[in-house]
Each structure stands twice: as C-alpha cells, then as structure tokens.
Nanobody, 125 residues
Framework: QVQLVESGGGLVQPGGSLRLSCAASGRISSINGMGWYRQAPGKQRELVATISSGGSIKYADSVKGRFTVSRDNDKNTVHLQMNSLEPEDTAVYYC???????????????????WGQGTQVTVSS
C-alpha cells in the first residue's frame, strides 16, 4: 500500500557524480525521517545520510563534504547528490522512510518503517 521508488543509480567513474532520488507513494499522512543507507559486499548496512521533516541532517563521516541530502516534504521525496565519488562508495543504496504514517486498505492509520528495494551504485574506472 506504500512503497519507496528509487532512481539514479548506475556506473560512474571515480571523481564523478550521481544523484539518487526516492519517492514515497501511497496514502501517506506523514514521514518523520527520510534518508539513505548503503551496503557494500561483505559489509553491514550503514547510514549514509538522513534528514528529518524539520530539516535536521545527519551524515556519515565518510561522505561529509561530498554528499548532500535534501528533501521535499510536500512531494515525499528525498535526494542524495553524490560528488567526488570513490570506489569505496560502491554499494547498494537503500532509501528509508522512518516512522511513515499511512492509511491502509481499511482506512486505519498505520505507522511503519519502510525501505526501498535498493539501487546499485558502482564507482569504477
């Protein structure tokens, strides 16, 4: 009944840029936080960047100064501008909506933590 749709992933050379986008769809009432997580092969999933509905932003130390997260509350979208990409940024990037409130098929208000299916980002020469 709700889903996150990601776009913008792909293959890019070191030093290049990509812009990831994520849109939440459904009968959404509100979303507390939206952001991005990533998981590289053999590693645990880690936070990349999050932004609250009020605009509070958190970045992983490894991406500070290179990545920028932004959000449009009215459109229920979140974006991740990735510059100066490095091979270490290669991972599956997952969009997350924290404490997303939506109306289910019965008309009940439900709160849940929603994840996208992930989009592959590969940084390689």
């Amino acid at each position: 009944q709700v889903q996150l749709v990601e776009s913008g992933g792909g293959l890019v050379q070191p030093g290049g840029s990509l812009r990831l986008s994520c849109a939440a769809s459904g009968r959404i009432s509100s979303i507390n936080g939206m952001g991005w997580y990533r998981q590289a092969p053999g590693k645990q999933r880690e936070l990349v960047a999050t932004i609250s509905s009020g605009g509070s932003i958190k970045y992983a130390d490894s991406v500070k100064g290179r990545f920028t997260v932004s959000r449009d509350n009215d459109k229920n979208t979140v974006h991740l501008q990735m510059n100066s990409l490095e091979p270490e940024d290669t991972a599956v990037y997952y969009c997350n909506a924290d404490r997303l409130r939506y109306f289910d098929y019965r008309g009940w208000l439900v709160e849940d933590d929603v994840w996208g299916q992930g989009t592959q980002v590969t940084v390689s020469s």
